[in-house]
């Protein structure tokens, strides 16, 4: 548990460094990584309450990085879709981070970091399973 909160740890400080907060920072990469991104797969995702990622969704968009959009298919539910301005901010962020993951994989090795990935997500099915969810 903690070798998983020390990496946390770390991304939550390259977070604040860049000014913004750790579960922001998940939110973006969602923006990345999920072809539609909607609160509610962000939520399920990172395991956030609704209302952190909703305020986090709604400051982005004051400050003008993103929009929500109707997608067929979705129902009610809205996209996350960077703007022009949030595109930019986006990019920057995530350029840097990815540099420094880059880093990271290359100094511990593509074949450790696939092993320790692996095994953390097997222990976290077995605690999920174990403890009835």
Partial sequence: NQ???KIRGAYAAWAKKHEMNYHELLVLYSIRDM???TQKKVCDSYFLPKQTVNN???SMKNRG???LESVEG??????????EEGRKYFDGIMEKLDA???DSVNEIGEDQL???IEIADKYGEILWKL???
């Fill in 131 to 133: 403890q009835g969810n």
């Fill in 3 to 5: 070798a998983i909160i």
């Fill in 65 to 67: 990085y993103v929009t």
């Fill in 74 to 83: 979705l129902g009610k539910e809205k996209a996350i879709v960077l703007t």
């Fill in 56 to 58: 986090i969704v709604v």
């Fill in 35 to 37: 072809e539609v991104a």
């Fill in 100 to 102: 420094c993951e880059m």
């Fill in 114 to 116: 696939k092993s320790m």
